[in-house]
């Protein structure tokens, strides 16, 4: 078993930056991937990025090239660097591991973007 706990989400203008975090209660060694999502209000959940352990990355087309994520497995914490923030990138960004077929969600840190 393992807590997922975002923080840094918080209200920022358009053309800003924010640095997600999340902690996980154990090591995050064992999760092969780790990413984040982001659901915004009427739509369904999507994902944002990934990171596997050897720190190969994925990113959706929508945020390729102004959101990076990271991983420090000796802190047991997942990053999402957000640079060049938009009113559409406005949603609550989910952290989400699997684990022995098992999804590991945290509670969601909201991100607003103003115009």
């Known amino acids: 078993q393992a807590q997922l706990v975002e923080s840094g989400g918080g209200l920022v203008q358009a053309g800003g930056s924010l640095r997600l975090s999340c902690a996980a209660s154990a090591s995050t060694i064992r999760f092969n991937v780790m990413g984040w999502f982001r659901q915004a209000p009427g739509n369904q959940r999507e994902l944002v990025a990934t990171v596997s352990r050897s720190g190969t990355t994925t990113y959706a087309d929508s945020v390729q090239g102004r959101f990076s994520i990271s991983r420090d497995d000796a802190k047991s914490t997942l990053y999402l660097q957000m640079n060049s923030l938009k009113p559409e990138d406005t949603a609550v960004y989910y952290c989400?591991?699997?684990?022995?077929?098992?999804?590991?969600w945290g509670q969601g840190t909201q991100v607003t973007v103003s115009s």
């Open positions: 989400h591991a699997n684990y022995m077929s098992l999804d590991y």
